[in-house]
């Protein structure tokens, strides 16, 4: 493993002393060292009530002798910033000071900071925000705690992150994984089906390649850092424009293309390739387009995987087309889709066989996701504006499964196939007025038209017959309602308060869920509090289970299932222990109800354990909605955002997690880690000092608790010839502690018109197998048990460039 490891360093070193040469050569070409030089530009805008913000003056710190005015539209443009890390100040009379410290300007690509600013309570006085103040507030100006905003460049640059945002989130507080290949997100506790993706504005089906029906994750995520703007991540008691969620919220946001000048990147590497591309339309206007694909299979990294004999790739491809409208206003069209393909072919030679009869199964499986949008947003006077936006997205997903016959000359024997599909076409409108510097509301309304379509079976040779595990297929309608308000009473007390209405037309459950949030700011200590109650309906496919074993004819016995609902409160006190650093602790406590349970007193089925609408099968009876669930537990972190040349994240999370089945046991749930400690870090070397040559090392650690397990019944389970658990020991088993340590190392050259970047992450640096699951293997009639994944190795050559 070392001697494939050295390997890709060798490559590295390789591409080094290339750029190393290149360098050189630029030196003694006579270009002289400080001439190396881009553009800034950007658009300011107030926080509250999304107006352009026209004659803020933007200066080039420390020695503030560049700068510019913003114009009437409220964009603004800097030209020749020297390359390397540096720093804004944007100031306007009646308005906080807002600061942007050591952002990275390259030569391949122009920097673009598109800034908020809050309206000071004292109209006539200029109010410098002080040192020290969080960088990492959300972009969403209703959000008062467990919110959390995070860059582009954060996703490319944490350890192992593979600049998918999925990844990166899983380093704050109170978030963990699934597993090594899974970016289903665990927050404080609950299952991965509770979280929220929504882009733009609008809900999307779960953008990750590879997912299962009904989850929130995947092997490998279709968002890309490359279209990303600055977004938001919640881990709990969300505004009350957020419905459908009982746990997290991704609300992601894709940015513009430039509107000046076509931009270019190409990146290679050992996960594939991605192309992008953007800039304006026409010359002279600010209608633009940013467009990014990408191609890539695992076969380069077979020798570090341990798929089982699967071959995996996939592609994807992102889009934003955006129109300023002559009136006050935009129009925008956007995009994201995937494709991704997965087989194993069998070997003809029942002598080669393992234990386990892998090379004897065939294997192929296809899916496709797409989402597509247009948002029109509207100015209805300065303080006033409308958004509308409409979707429609699109998930497929086919697999088929096979078997060699060694008695029948290796012929093909079917073993399984599945299907499922989702349709849904989304409308969302939301009004937002800026009553004064004070008070803001916002109100909106939701609408989806849901549809699916699911076979899973199975073929049973000795019928020689199809037999049907889960079916089904339907639509129906969801709509949701809100209004919220923020009032800054005070220059430390702010006050927010909201009314959520959900309603699902399939059976007629709806629910109203009032929010409350309060923090105060006293001297630089905040204290928040925030409380209220959510709620999220299942996939319609768990609505309209069919059971058809009596006389063949089909019921719907889960059809009247309630929503899920839960109560959040999380009280939060944040404070800056130096000029620099910021300490965070939130304490919170979740409690659900409503949950679907099966309908019998020797089952400890509940959808708090389920990841998917698979775990169904487990059920033999009806499900009720009469579970409950208990989430609680403190999150701390303390936090230095990049600033000279090095940045440190240390997260820890301490909580508890239970359920309640049909018969009133309370056990943990499957996700009660009880524990999760992150620790991360990392500096930039400036090779030279005018910052055209940069070298960064990243690390993190990575310390929780284990998985719950519930005890499988060895003699039970070989009688009935299927996974058998001992009555009473659900999910009493915690998996071995998992430990990972991550790393990477990237080295940044700038030239006249183009940024070159090669880096190395490795994913699990030490190697260490973590224990993942046991099952019981019915052909050989023993447990098995499964590890996560080993060392993981990415490196990759990338290009920003102009013409």
């Given amino acids: 493993m070392m001697t494939r490891t050295s390997n ?14 290149a360098a050189q050569q630029s030196y003694t070409s006579g270009q002289p060292a400080d001439g190396l030089m881009q553009r800034v530009r950007g658009l300011v805008l107030d926080a509250e009530s999304r107006q352009p913000l026209p004659g803020v003056t933007v200066t080039l710190l420390p020695d503030r002798k560049t700068g510019t005015v913003t114009d009437a539209q409220g964009y603004f443009t800097i030209d020749r910033v020297p390359v390397g890390r540096r720093s804004f100040q944007f100031s306007l009379t009646g308005f906080d000071t807002y600061t942007v410290s050591e952002a990275l300007v390259i030569s391949g690509k122009e920097l673009e900071l598109n800034i908020f600013m809050k309206e000071s309570l004292h109209q006539l006085q200029e109010v410098t925000v002080t040192a020290g103040k969080d960088k990492t507030r959300a972009q969403n100006e209703f959000a008062t705690l467990s919110a959390r905003s995070f860059s582009v460049e954060e996703t490319r640059r944490y350890a192992a992150s593979f600049a998918d945002p999925a990844r990166m989130v899983m380093n704050f507080p109170g978030v963990s994984n699934n597993g090594d290949m899974d970016n289903s997100i665990v927050v404080r506790g609950n299952s991965p089906k509770g979280v929220l993706w929504r882009l733009e504005g609008i809900e999307i089906p779960n953008p990750n390649h590879f997912s299962a029906l009904g989850t929130s994750g995947g092997a490998i995520s279709m968002l890309n850092a490359n279209v990303l703007g600055n977004s938001d991540f919640y881990t709990g008691a969300f505004p009350a424009e957020f419905g459908n969620a009982l746990s997290g919220v991704f609300d992601l946001s894709f940015r513009n293309g430039n509107t000046e000048r076509r931009e270019h990147t190409v990146q290679v590497g050992a996960l594939g390739v ?9 010359e002279g206007k600010k209608a633009s387009y940013l467009v990014n694909y990408r191609y890539s299979t695992l076969a380069l990294l077979g020798r570090f995987l341990n798929l089982g004999g699967v071959q995996p790739e996939y592609q994807d491809a992102a889009f934003k087309l955006n129109f300023p409208t002559e009136k006050a206003g935009s129009f925008s069209v956007f995009g994201l889709g995937g494709y991704n393909y997965a087989h194993q072919s069998a070997v003809t030679d029942s002598a080669r066989w393992h234990e386990e009869d892998e090379e004897n199964f065939l294997y192929e499986a296809r899916g496709m996701t797409g989402v597509a949008g247009v948002s029109h947003q509207y100015f209805l006077d300065r303080n006033t504006y409308i958004r509308t936006i409409l979707s429609a997205s699109y998930t497929r997903y086919a697999e088929d499964m096979d078997t060699l016959n060694p008695a029948g000359a290796y012929r093909r024997d079917p073993v399984g196939h599945t299907f499922f599909s989702n349709t849904a076409y989304r409308m969302s409108v939301l009004y937002n007025r800026k009553l004064s510097a004070r008070h803001t509301v916002r109100a909106g309304v939701n609408g989806q038209q849901l549809g699916y379509d699911m076979d899973y079976s199975y073929y049973n040779g000795d019928e020689e017959q199809w037999k049907n595990i889960l079916s089904g297929n339907g639509g129906t309608q969801f709509y949701q309602g809100y209004l919220q308000w923020k009032g800054r009473m005070t220059d430390q007390l702010t006050l927010g308060g909201g009314l959520h209405g959900s309603y699902l037309a399939l059976n007629g459950k709806y629910s109203i869920e009032p929010r409350a949030s309060a923090s105060y700011d006293l001297r630089g200590h905040k204290l928040s509090l925030a409380a209220g109650l959510h709620s999220k309906p299942e996939h319609i496919s768990t609505y309209l289970f069919q059971n058809a074993g009596q006389a063949d004819v089909i019921t719907h016995p889960n059809k009247d299932l309630d929503l899920l609902r839960a109560f959040h409160t999380v009280a939060g006190y944040e404070t800056g222990l130096s000029r620099r650093l910021r300490m965070k602790i939130e304490v919170y406590y979740q409690q659900l109800y409503h949950i679907p349970v099966e309908k019998d007193t ?31 537990g403190v999150d701390i972190s303390l936090e230095r955002p990049f600033a000279d040349n090095y940045y440190v994240l240390a997260t820890g999370s301490l909580y508890k997690s239970t359920y309640r089945d049909y018969k009133g046991n309370v056990y943990n749930t499957k996700f009660n880690r009880g524990h999760q400690v992150n620790l991360i870090g990392g500096r930039e070397f400036r090779l030279r000092s005018d910052g055209r040559r940069i070298v960064g090392l990243n690390g993190k650690l990575l310390w929780s608790g284990g998985m719950r397990e519930s005890v499988i019944d060895i003699d039970r389970s070989i009688r009935n010839r299927e996974t058998a658990y001992v009555p009473g020991q659900y999910f009493t088993r915690q998996a071995p502690a998992y430990f990972r340590a991550d790393a990477g190392v990237y080295y940044k050259y700038n030239t006249r018109k183009a940024t070159h970047t090669i880096q190395l992450d490795i ?14 293997d019915s052909r050989t ?14 490196i990759s050559y990338r290009i920003d460039f102009h013409r």
């Avoid at 389920?610 to 059920?619: H, W």
């Avoid at 030490?766 to 019981?776: D, H, P």
């Avoid at 009639?781 to 990415?794: A, D, E, M």
């Fill in 8 to 21: 890709y360093l060798l490559v590295l070193i390789f591409f080094l002393a290339l750029q190393t040469a």
């Fill in 274 to 282: 991605e192309l992008a591309t953007e800039g304006p339309f026409r």
């Fill in 602 to 632: 020797a089952s400890s089925f509940s959808m708090l354990n389920a990841e998917d609408v698979y775990s169904l099968m487990a059920t033999r009876q009806p499900l009720v909605s009469e579970g409950t669930g208990r989430n609680y």
């Fill in 763 to 776: 994913q699990n640096l030490t190697n260490r197998e973590n224990y993942y699951l046991s099952y019981f």
């Fill in 781 to 794: 009639g023993s447990i098995k048990k499964v590890n996560q994944l080993g060392i993981l190795p990415n």
